[in-house]
């Protein structure tokens, strides 16, 4: 059945059998996991998912791929699908109502143009989700996993490195999908923390710092900071913590951040908090 590809779902489907099996041993699965995959699409992983875990949720918009998939899961009994937006998808409320008692993996070759918020939504649920693997634009999966000091290094890596662990797996070319994308991809993996590599007092304020920070990368620190915290509060810190003083904020740790942020002992305003940080990331 030829379904014709809707640009404005970001369908581009995955045809490459071998990357199809790739990301299914990239993902390290277990016979007794627990999957939700993202944008089901034709179903395609969905089988290779059925094969390799205890139970798969194929969640899709589409209600034009539905019969596809419904035919995978009568040819599957532990593959059931789920009609609904993942933007709008409560999953909290999900694991409750089906009783699932563990820690769920997350997969999807998901649209581009809602990696973020997909992001977000997930790390919002992070108490329930162990591991996501998603495919994202390659400049996107770089800047996810950039360490202090390179150039893709920003407040949207230090955002997602507090919560996780981030490896991209591997590169995906654009001629492995149908209709081909005009970018490169690639398969990151979402490890997600039991708790956060640095110890904050307060993570909204720490995140407005970053994002302040960051707003002028060009800038040395102390201007970007300038209208947020006090001269000489920055000054003792970069000093006692033996940074230079004219540093960049790409040359600061998410570790060195966090101390900045505790030492200054600034609150968050109500309403800044991180839930809406990716929509202002640069
Ligand atoms: N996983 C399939 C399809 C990838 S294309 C494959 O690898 O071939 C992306 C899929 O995400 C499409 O099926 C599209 O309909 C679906 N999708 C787009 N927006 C969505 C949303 N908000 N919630 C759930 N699924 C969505």
């Known amino acids: 059945m030829y379904i014709k590809p809707k640009?404005?779902?970001?369908?581009?489907?995955?045809?490459?059998?071998?990357?199809?099996?790739k990301i299914i041993c990239a993902c390290n699965l277990f016979k007794e996991d627990i999957v939700l995959e993202i944008g089901a699409g034709k179903g395609d992983l969905t089988v290779l998912l059925a094969q390799s875990v205890k139970k798969v949720y194929a969640l899709e918009i589409d209600p034009r791929l539905y019969p596809l998939l419904q035919q995978v899961a009568d040819a599957n009994e532990n593959c059931q699908i789920i009609k609904s937006d993942i933007l709008k998808f409560n999953l909290s409320k999900f694991i409750l109502d089906n009783q699932i008692k563990q820690k769920i993996k997350v997969i999807g070759n998901i649209p581009y143009y809602i990696s973020s918020p997909i992001i977000e939504q997930l790390i919002g649920y992070r108490k329930n989700i162990s591991a996501a693997f998603i495919t994202v634009q390659k400049e996107f999966g770089r800047r996810a996993r950039a360490p202090a000091g390179s150039k893709e290094y920003g407040s949207f890596s230090c955002f997602l490195q507090?919560?996780?662990?981030c490896e991209i797996l591997f590169e995906i070319k654009r001629n492995s999908f149908k209709p081909a994308p005009?970018?490169?991809s690639c398969f990151l993996s979402l490890e997600f923390r039991e708790r956060p590599p640095v110890l904050v007092q307060d993570e909204g304020a720490l995140f407005k710092l970053i994002r302040t920070a960051f707003n002028q990368r060009r800038k040395t620190l102390r201007n970007s900071l300038g209208g947020l915290v006090a001269q000489e509060s920055l000054r003792n810190f970069l000093q006692s913590a033996g940074i230079d003083k004219n540093v960049r904020p790409e040359d600061l740790s998410l570790e060195q951040f966090a101390s900045l942020s505790n030492s200054l002992?600034?609150?968050?305003?109500v309403g800044d908090r991180h839930a809406c940080h990716l929509r202002k990331v640069k």
Request: aromatic share 14%.
């Open 182 to 184: 005009n970018v490169d």
């Open 162 to 165: 507090y919560y996780c662990k």
């Open 7 to 21: 640009k404005s779902l970001g369908q581009n489907f995955l045809i490459d059998k071998n990357i199809q099996k």
């Open 265 to 269: 002992g600034f609150c968050s305003d």
